[in-house]
Nanobody, 119 residues
Framework: QVQLVESGGGLVQAGESLRLSCAAS????????VAWYRQAPGKQRELVASITNGGSTNYADSVKGRFTISRDNFKRTVSLQMNSLKPEDTAVYYC?????????????WGQGTQVTVSS
């Protein structure tokens, strides 16, 4: 059984930074792709950033250069450093562990953490 627990969300002003963390339980964390998604009100959930077990990263165009994803396989954590935040970054952010065989498919989700950026 895999459980993902996010933390670090909050209310900030535009231009400020936040760091989200996700702690995982279960035996698959170190070998699967891990990712952060977000969902704004009235919008579909979208991929923000992902990282492979080897450390290769992928970012949505809207966050490139501002967000950084990282993982610690020993601690079973994944983090998202968010800098230069914009009001359009406001959303619920979810940590996800992808399927081992279908690497683009989220298999497990956290409960989400709210990020609100005021202008």
């Amino acid at each position: 059984q895999v459980q993902l627990v996010e933390s670090g969300g909050g209310l900030v002003q535009a231009g400020e930074s936040l760091r989200l963390s996700c702690a995982a339980s279960g035996s698959f964390f170190s070998i699967n792709v891990v990712a952060w998604y977000r969902q704004a009100p009235g919008k579909q959930r979208e991929l923000v950033a992902s990282i492979t077990n080897g450390g290769s990263t992928n970012y949505a165009d809207s966050v490139k250069g501002r967000f950084t994803i990282s993982r610690d396989n020993f601690k079973r954590t994944v983090s998202l450093q968010m800098n230069s935040l914009k009001p359009e970054d406001t959303a619920v952010y979810y940590c996800a562990l992808h399927d081992y065989y279908d690497v683009d498919r989220p298999a497990y989700w956290g409960q989400g953490t709210q990020v609100t950026v005021s202008s």
